[in-house]
């Protein structure tokens, strides 16, 4: 059974820092590509950033500059440090795990955290 959680969220202000943390229990971490996504009010959830097992970071160009996606393979854990928040960043933030191996295209797995909220205003 596989395990994402989420923590890390809160009210910021803007041009504060956050981190959030995703622990991923069950399986073997180092083969899973993890990703931050994140859903405001009223739209589709959206890609911010993802972080291969290889280690190699891909970010959405609005946090380009601002956000930093890293991974602790000891810990089973992946971090985004959010810095220069925008109120347009207010949203839930869902951690994504997806696991090796892939066939056919397919991912053998694919995991949902619950979310944490992140609400950056003055």
């Known amino acids: 059974q596989v395990q994402v959680v989420e923590s890390g969220g809160g009210p910021v202000q803007p041009g504060g820092s956050l981190r959030l943390t995703c622990v991923v229990s069950?399986?073997?971490?180092?083969?899973?590509?993890m990703g931050w996504y994140r859903q405001a009010p009223g739209k589709q959830r959206e890609f911010v950033a993802s972080?291969?097992?290889?280690?190699?970071?891909n970010y959405v160009d609005s946090v380009k500059g601002r956000f930093t996606i890293s991974r602790d393979n000891a810990k089973n854990t992946v971090y985004l440090q959010m810095n220069t928040l925008k109120p347009e960043d207010t949203a839930v933030y869902y951690c994504?795990?997806?696991?090796?191996?892939?066939?056919?295209?397919?991912?053998?797995?694919?995991?949902w955290g619950q979310g944490t909220q992140v609400t950056v205003s003055s």
């Open positions: 069950g399986g073997v971490f180092s083969l899973y590509d």
């Open positions: 994504n795990a997806k696991q090796y191996p892939v066939v056919h295209g397919t991912y053998k797995g694919d995991y």
């Open positions: 972080m291969r097992s290889s280690g190699s970071p």
